[in-house]
């Protein structure tokens, strides 16, 4: 299970229990952060963002999934890839997931997830940036 930068902030600015609620949807899934989401997270350390220190420290907590590119799109490709299913309060990223068939948690609220499901099982080309 991958998750974006935005999903890491969560637990930082609203206290989202964001572990528990993955285990409670997916009991068992593993967290892991994308190294591009990571370099997202230091630029916005670099840019002295509120929050994102706390976020890279969550960060770490999480086993590293190598990739390239940056934003959305590396995200992109290492879900389909990993075929993974993605954590991210990013409602144009979830549409892009959800559209190439991989499921998504989504924030509901201050304090649950909701899973919704990739909309197909085949792979279709990723026409967004």
Known sequence: MIVDANALMLPVRNQFPLEAEVDRLLPGSRL?????VLDEIRELVHREV???????????????????GKGDAAIVDSAVR??????????????RLRARGLSVLIPRDRHRLELRRGARTRSAPDTGA
């Not at 892991?32 to 591009?36: D, I, L, N, Q």
């Not at 509120?50 to 390239?68: D, I, T």
């Not at 990993?82 to 549409?95: P, S």
């Open 82 to 95: 990993e075929r993974a299913t993605v954590v991210t309060a990013d409602r144009e990223l979830a549409n």
């Open 32 to 36: 892991a952060v994308p190294s591009s």
């Open 50 to 68: 509120r929050g994102a220190r706390s976020a890279a420290e969550l960060a770490r907590k999480f086993p590293v999934l190598p990739n390239s």
